[in-house]
């Protein structure tokens, strides 16, 4: 058995040797722990090869992004960029901080577009090249346990990934988290832990995090997340890069490292995997939240439907569409924002309610706990009076034309609610139990007018135009206008 070691660089310029002053480290460490291990535990260590204890494996991105950035510094600096008088240089340091810009480019740089555009094509490159080296582990069914070393904002696509793997119960990765140790350097993950769903080190064998104090980019992580040990190295010197870099070749990183894979082999953690055991990876590991929410135009969300400031939303729409089977309560409460609304002449509202002719009736009767049918009837004729009401008092007020109120009865099934006002939609799923949920919270998700054919805005906007200019759906009940 062995333990497979993958090891992700971080932010700069990086070559495909990046890795090599640990893998030598680890080894010749490795080397020395295999003697000790053999003079006082015997056959089972002395013929141990330690080279035959690990494999390691890179994982490298420093590729994606790098032509943008070059191009963006020309952009943006084009007198800086490919200097070569040595005068000039100089003048440049002192009058525009050359070195210093380069530098912001590519380090900088690196972070906001992990965070940006390029983090879905790395997140697809590094499982690209996790998957490639895995699979015929894998397929050879050999016993093995894993190491995953991050360097930087290495650390932070590693636990991006990981987190989403678990997140998602992926059920390769969780048939794995048993026989990985995860080792972090020079790692800003606790900034990053405002950003991003943390992972749970608990799940996994051992999180150790090595940083320096002088290191500007390395973060202890022990105060956030109790279970991860913090090493703090000791190196002297006063250059921050140098000090970034540090962790590729100390002894105490190759120390803590080996140390472990001589752990996890004599504790027995590497097992046999089946050939199917990294499986499909969700789609949502590889996009940011925030890029697929806003493709479907989610805006917020409310934890309790009574929590929503109907106060401040109603009076300043202008097309205001509401879609529910009755909504009594609700009307009740927020009649005065409706008349506000309605004083303004170019103000449209549409509401679509249950019809008492629906052969969905004695369905919602059910659900609501057995309420009568006249009941239900009359509810939705005290809704429609509330909106008539609400109609007169902003002709009263206003004394000229008011908004527009049309209101619709539908003969299908209202399967869920919506309060449309302008750009925003406010959608309350409708429980199957209604009558078991009344009293608890509602959650309410709120969608945006994301301008797009395929967002949630525009799909039911098209639902509801649909239903209530279909005869054999909704029949207009009322219409301000006539």
Known sequence: MSALCFVIHGIGTQDQGFSEPLQKGVHRKLVELVGEKAKVVGQKWASMNATELVDFETLYWADIGSDEQNNLYRKIYPELFGTKNELKKILQLATQLRPVRSLSIKLIGDVFGYLGKFQERIKREVIRQLATKLGPRLESGKPFSIILVGHSLGSVILHDLISGLVQHRDTGFDSLVGRISVFTMGSPLSLFSLVAQSANPEQFVKWVNFLHPRDPIAFPMKSIFPTVEDVSLCRRSWNPSKLHSVYWHHHTVHDRIAQEIVDHYDKGLATASSPVAFGNIPQEIYQPFHRVAAQAGFSNYFADFQKIPFGDIIPKAKQIDICNVYGRHWIQENAVYFVQALCNPETVVRVCMLSPDSASLAGFC??????????????????????????????????????????????????????????????????????????????????????RLDDFFSWLMRDFDLLIKTQRDAVLHFDSAN
């Open 366 to 451: 059910y659900q609501f706990n057995g309420m009568s049918q006249e009941e239900l009837k009359k509810r939705i004729e005290d809704v429609n009076g509330e909106f008539l009401k609400a109609l007169n008092e902003a002709g009263r007020r206003s004394k000229q034309t008011t908004g527009r109120l049309q209101i619709y009865r539908s003969l299908n099934i209202v399967n869920h609610a919506f309060y449309r006002f302008d750009d925003l939609i406010y959608f309350t799923p409708r429980p199957i139990a209604s009558a078991q949920l009344a009293a608890t919270p509602i959650p309410t998700l709120v969608y945006r007018n994301a301008s």
